[in-house]
């Protein structure tokens, strides 16, 4: 792969409960577990951050797919519910259900364009066999 670009953060503290930072300053807040793993909650976490980073990725693949094509993506939505869940083996995994919502589009189309974005979004490539994504239209 060439980098086309890097995004470098920073984690001091105590992971769940501490602080992440980027060096130009655009991310730079407390972390806090949120209370359903015991943590204090009331601030993001990391599950939050990687759903944000995923919907908004999926949304950008998705539109881009769409280009070129007569659907009409006014209006698009992507959700992405991303949960942490104990493994067998005593560790943690994730697992994401990414729900898209494309008003203006028939439903053939709409799956079509829904499993191109998957084959290009570059999350859903970094996933792809380590945890379980689901897809849906909403």
């Known amino acids: ?57 999926f949304h950008s693949a998705l539109r881009s797919v769409a280009r070129g094509t007569n659907a009409d993506v006014t209006d698009s939505e992507v959700v992405a519910d991303v949960s942490i869940g104990s493994l067998d083996n005593g560790g943690f995994g994730l697992a994401v259900a990414l729900e898209v919502n494309l008003p203006n589009v028939e439903p053939t189309l709409a799956q079509e364009l829904l499993e191109k974005a998957h084959q290009v979004c570059p999350y859903s490539n970094a996933t792809r066999g380590n945890i379980e994504v689901t897809l849906s239209l909403a």
């Open 1 to 57: 792969m060439k980098p086309l670009y890097t995004a470098s953060a920073l984690a001091t503290g105590d992971g769940r409960n501490g602080h992440v930072s980027t060096q130009d300053g655009l991310v730079d807040f407390d972390v806090r577990m949120p209370p359903e793993l015991g943590g204090p909650g009331g601030a993001p976490n990391p599950e939050l951050l990687f759903a944000a980073g995923y919907a908004a990725c």
